[in-house]
């Protein structure tokens, strides 16, 4: 018979947790309150298990497997964190690798010697190399940084982009690229995306921040929507309307009058065929003119990027629909 005084530390512990393990078993396979019959439940918060109905304490002081996420300032909350940043489709490896500050400094902030500063710079220049390993990752590592700056300059929001670098991934996958440029396919998957988020931009806005000429851009973008099947609807003009409105710092009144001529003239079949980044600009103009503000031809012109004949061809066809549409009601 052993002599309990002379067991190690390893044999108490593990008879500890045996017993833990056993009164969390009991307490588990307990479903019912010995006491009056009624459902166990587990309050996480305390630690114990009690029965819903009486109020007993089946079982106390359990241990809490959870991870401790919950912090009340910013330092136990880096303390606590176990993760980096999410994941993103916005960077070629998803943002799961390793990035080196390019300030040579350390976590005080204190300057680093010129010894430790050539070493930085060689884990740079391996880094950049281990991070881009084939072909295939250069190519996204640069499409994706053309999309990011195209969209800044677009001044697109974050889920435009993350859909554009996602719509480039399937391209890239279904072999799209062989006979087209990265900045064309780029650019067409930036431009579908805006599309199909409903904050579109115009061909020719999207073709001066690009890199490649219009027809390019067109013709690529023609060939991505059609290969990939991407659904994307025809652009509604009163997508538009609220940043020209914006841009020309007109009222309220006149952006919802806009509106209001558009509906009319889409209810009456009339927008069709018509560009709608015209009928948008157009809109804007007839509004602030029946709403007695001053406003262009040449202001709603060089905002819109359209020509004032198309402004003026516009805004009187939009007037005569509404004219027709209140006669008949």
């Known amino acids: 018979m052993t002599d309990t005084r002379f067991r190690t530390r390893s044999e108490r512990t593990e008879e500890r947790e045996q017993s833990e393990g056993e009164r969390t078993d009991r307490a588990e396979s307990t479903v019912t309150c010995p006491e009056c019959g009624g459902r166990l439940v587990s309050d996480a918060e305390h630690g114990e298990t009690i029965c819903e109905e009486c109020g007993l304490v089946i079982d106390e002081d359990t241990v809490d497997r959870g991870p401790e996420w919950r912090a009340f300032d910013s330092s136990e909350k ?4 176990r993760v980096g940043a999410p994941t993103t ?33 060689r884990l740079r220049t391996w880094d950049e190399r281990f991070r881009t390993r084939d072909a295939k990752e250069r190519n996204l590592k640069q499409a994706l940084g053309e999309i990011e700056r195209m969209a800044s300059a677009l001044g697109l929001p974050e889920n435009v982009r993350e859909t554009a670098s996602v719509i480039y991934r399937r391209a890239l996958d279904e072999d799209l690229l062989p006979g087209r ?13 805006a599309r199909q988020a409903g904050v579109p931009r115009s061909i020719d ?21 059609r290969e990939l099947g991407l ?8 997508s538009y309307v609220g940043r020209f409105a914006s841009d020309l710092d007109v009222s309220d009144e006149v952006e919802q009058r806009a509106r209001e001529l558009l509906e009319t003239t889409k209810r009456e079949g009339a927008h069709s065929g018509k560009s709608p980044v015209g009928l948008a600009a157009a809109a804007v103009y007839a509004a602030a003119l029946l709403t007695n503000q001053r406003v262009t031809q040449s202001e709603v012109s060089e905002v819109a990027d359209v020509s004032e004949v198309t402004i003026r061809n516009r805004y009187k066809e939009l007037l005569e629909v509404e004219g027709e549409a209140r006669a008949v009601a």
């Open 78 to 81: 880096d303390e606590k964190s």
């Open 89 to 121: 489709k916005m960077m070629h490896d998803q943002g799961l690798s390793t990035n080196i500050d390019w300030r040579d400094k350390d976590a005080y902030g204190n300057t680093l010697s010129s010894r430790q500063r050539a070493k930085m710079q």
């Open 181 to 193: 440029s990265i900045e064309a396919i780029s650019t067409a998957a930036l431009h579908a995306a």
């Open 205 to 225: 806005e999207v073709a001066e921040v690009s890199r490649i000429n219009q027809m390019e851009f067109e013709r690529a973008y023609r060939y991505v929507v």
């Open 231 to 238: 659904g994307i609807k025809p652009a509604d003009p009163t």
